[in-house]
């Protein structure tokens, strides 16, 4: 079956720092892939998402691009802020419906 | 503004007692879902549904039971019979267009004792 793997948490950085979470997928068809954030006490919103291989999906300074030889979509941001703290979940839809496969969650926290 | 409510934020029950979550959405959506939460798991499918009078089970559907009996409203029945019930369950919802995104509520957070 599908599944997504993200890289290990949790991740402390300072403010400013370069920041990448690594995720990998592995699916039988052609998935779309998205990054979710989820803050404290809240529900999931989509960060960004990649639809077709090679394709880069970007918003507020975070990309990701799908990578379908390395069946990777790593999110990455050149300058985190303080803000950015939060659990981001990569996850892929191997259908037309919104049936998502998440990965474990990968928490951030960004001191000043 | 559209979106999902889900209520109450948080709640607390005694072991054995079953539990209903609430899930609203104003956004027009045919297709609901809920998750589960838990640390360091990501988020598990627990049933979703993609018309109104319909639902399918999703991967850990044992314990729960839901109804669509409109399209606004997918509440999920947490009963005894789920072992581990204490978890942070979020609904969601989605428009039907390939590739559009799940919108989400801000969840309810269930602690059994």
């Known amino acids: 079956g599908d599944s997504v793997t993200q890289m290990e948490g949790p991740v402390t950085l300072s403010e400013e720092a370069f920041l990448t979470i690594n995720c990998t997928y592995t699916?039988?068809?052609?998935?779309?892939l998205f990054w979710y954030v989820q803050y404290p006490g809240e529900g999931l919103q989509l960060l960004l998402k990649?639809?077709?291989?090679?394709d880069k999906g970007s918003n507020k300074g975070f990309e990701a691009t799908y990578r379908k030889e390395t069946t990777s979509f790593h999110l990455e941001k050149g300058s985190v802020q303080v803000s950015d703290s939060a659990v981001y979940f990569c996850?892929?839809?191997?259908?037309?419906?919104?049936?998502?496969?998440f990965g474990q969650g990968t928490i951030l926290t960004v001191h000043p | 503004d559209g979106g999902i409510t889900q209520s109450p934020k948080y709640l607390f029950r005694k072991e054995g007692q079953n539990v209903t979550l609430s899930c609203e959405q104003n956004l027009n959506h045919d297709a609901m879902y809920w998750y589960r939460q838990d640390p360091g798991q990501g988020l598990r499918l627990i049933y979703y549904?993609?018309?109104?009078?319909?639902?399918q089970k999703g991967d850990i559907a044992e314990g729960y039971s839901v109804s669509r009996e409109k399209k606004e409203s997918f509440p999920l029945t947490v009963t005894s019979a789920q072992k581990n019930p204490t978890a942070f369950y979020l609904c969601a919802s989605h428009g039907g267009q390939h590739n559009s995104p799940l919108h989400f509520g801000n969840g309810t957070r269930l602690t059994v004792t």
């Open positions: 996850a892929l839809s191997d259908q037309s419906y919104g049936k998502l496969t």
């Open positions: 990649a639809t077709k291989a090679d």
């Open positions: 699916a039988t068809g052609y998935p779309s």
């Open positions: 549904s993609q018309i109104v009078n319909d639902f």
